[in-house]
Nanobody, 121 residues
Framework: QVQLVESGGGLVQTGESLKLSCKASGSCFSIKDMGWYRQAPGKQREFVAEITRQDLTRYVDPWRGRFTISRDNAKNTIYLQMNSLKPDDTAVYYC???????????????WGQGAQVTVSS
């Protein structure tokens, strides 16, 4: 069983920073691209950023420059550094990864449980 666990969420004020972490764990698996999504209250889940094992990154323009995704392959962990946070950044942030457990024959998308980020004005 492979699990993704996010951490680092919390309550901050406008202009402050937060760094989210997402660690993949399990007995035996391979992992490819990993990414971050977010879901604001009353809205659909939306893509934020992704990173390959080779550290190639892709962002959605609204957050390019304020958010930075990074990765530690040795720890099966990705990070999302969020700077200059705004109230509109309030959302649940989800980690996503392409995972193939050793016993599986194909790759699947795995999701974390989400980390709440609240930005007060």
């Amino acid at each position: 069983q492979v699990q993704l666990v996010e951490s680092g969420g919390g309550l901050v004020q406008t202009g402050e920073s937060l760094k989210l972490s997402c660690k993949a764990s399990g007995s035996c698996f391979s992992i490819k691209d990993m990414g971050w999504y977010r879901q604001a209250p009353g809205k659909q889940r939306e893509f934020v950023a992704e990173i390959t094992r080779q550290d190639l990154t892709r962002y959605v323009d609204p957050w390019r420059g304020r958010f930075t995704i990074s990765r530690d392959n040795a720890k099966n962990t990705i990070y999302l550094q969020m700077n200059s946070l705004k109230p509109d950044d309030t959302a649940v942030y989800y980690c996503q990864a392409q995972v193939k457990p050793c016993a599986a024959s194909s790759w699947s998308d795995y999701w974390g449980q989400g980390a709440q980020v609240t930005v007060s004005s």
